[in-house]
């Protein structure tokens, strides 16, 4: 075997000995495969004295790949009145409506995971109409606004509780819980 030849076959042995040892070092958990679909689902349950007075649940879809986003953007415009008084004693009072943003955002970004998690930065605001008081001299709309950004690691099919907060006026309870399915 002429000197060439064993050089060049010496150095094809070594290269076939490296690639299955970089094999080996690649992660075995969530990720694994770069670009594997998720399906989110993102709860917002409200409590009053531990009862579920609501409910409501988002469905988002991503990748596990670090950076991969989802949102989600829901809700409508509500007129909200504003009344002025002209100087006038007589004059009936000037009412013009001004519209304000009613309902939920939601943000979700993928991170990296560790010991087999995924996770999952998210971002969550939400504005809802107050009841209106019947016992109230005037009859105006108030709005209640929530909002919370967080991370939690989660694995297949596992539920996390991404937060939970007390309403100081109301008492109510809110929980948010985030569970991801990892799709084949």
């Known amino acids: 075997m002429s000197r060439v030849a ?3 076959t010496g150095v094809l042995l070594s290269l076939a000995a490296i690639v ?4 080996q070092d690649k992660s075995q958990g969530p990720g694994a495969d770069a670009g ?8 917002i349950a409200r409590y009053q004295n531990e009862k579920r007075v609501s409910s409501l649940p988002f469905s988002l879809s991503t990748s596990t790949m ?5 949102n989600v953007r829901m809700g409508s415009s ?18 013009s409506y001004n519209f304000q943003n009613v309902g939920t955002n939601i943000d979700v970004t993928t991170l990296a995971g560790t010991a087999g998690r995924l996770g999952l930065s998210v971002t969550i605001s939400e504005t ?9 001299a005037v009859s105006v709309p108030g709005t209640n606004t929530y909002q919370s950004q967080n991370t939690v690691f989660v694995k297949d ?22 569970t991801a399915k990892f799709l084949k």
Request: glycine share 6%; net charge neutral.
């Open 6 to 8: 064993r050089c060049l």
């Open 20 to 23: 299955p040892l970089a094999a």
């Open 36 to 43: 594997q679909p998720i399906q989110l689902q993102i709860v």
């Open 66 to 70: 670090p950076g991969s986003k989802a």
């Open 78 to 95: 509500v007129a909200v009145p504003s009344t002025t008084f002209t100087p006038q004693g007589d004059a009936k009072p000037l009412t």
């Open 128 to 136: 809802t109409l107050k009841p209106v008081d019947p016992a109230a």
């Open 157 to 178: 099919g596992e539920t996390a509780q991404l937060t939970a907060a007390t309403d100081r006026l109301s008492g109510e309870v809110v929980r948010i819980e985030v």
